[in-house]
């Protein structure tokens, strides 16, 4: 799979249809906050990874739009025999700096240590929060709601180093 920065129509519908997997059991279950709670690690994973401009995060989260991009067209066009390789608007979040990063690094080794700890049903969760997430977070609109992270990620970074450095 290659690097993308645009999501297709069709890449939408594979994030889609991974979201709906993840809320249908919620939604038809007792609708339980800690049912979500997974999902939604993944999908903070996926946010930090998408503030990275390079890196190996930065890498995960362009190649998940290309594999949406291709799973989605695929499935589009196989089940209702349309295409779906239209593009939308592409965002993205600016502006990570070097404590910020630190903040980043933290976040998804916690991440990947709760994942460790999970059963299997929550580890595909994790992993559906974050494919969602990635995927959701290649649009302008997504984007645009969490353009706040990068700042908030590097002031949290900021405040670190100078309670280390006893600055404060």
């Known amino acids: 799979m290659t690097a993308t920065t645009t999501l297709t129509i069709g890449g939408l519908l594979a994030a889609l249809l991974v ?6 059991p919620w939604w038809t279950g007792k609708r339980q906050m800690k049912q979500l ?9 996926a946010a930090l990874a998408a503030s990275c401009p390079g890196g190996i995060l930065g890498w995960v989260h362009s190649h998940t739009g290309g594999i949406a991009n291709s ?11 349309t295409s779906s390789a239209a593009g939308l608007s592409a965002g993205r979040l600016v502006g990570l700096s070097a404590t910020g990063a630190v903040v980043v690094a933290v976040g998804v080794f916690l991440l990947v240590l709760s994942w460790k700890g ?3 049903k929550e580890k ?5 929060g974050a494919f ?11 984007a645009g709601l969490l353009g706040w992270l990068p700042a908030a990620l590097n002031s949290t970074g900021d405040q670190i180093v100078a ?3 006893g600055a404060m």
């Open 19 to 24: 979201l709906v997997a993840n809320l249908y």
């Open 37 to 45: 709670s997974s999902f939604g690690k993944g999908f903070g994973g």
């Open 71 to 81: 799973v989605g067209e695929k499935a589009g066009s196989v089940g209702t025999g």
């Open 118 to 120: 999970s059963g299997a």
């Open 124 to 128: 595909k969760r994790i992993v559906g």
């Open 132 to 142: 969602v997430g990635s995927v959701f977070l290649l649009t302008a609109g997504v």
């Open 163 to 165: 309670a280390v450095q």
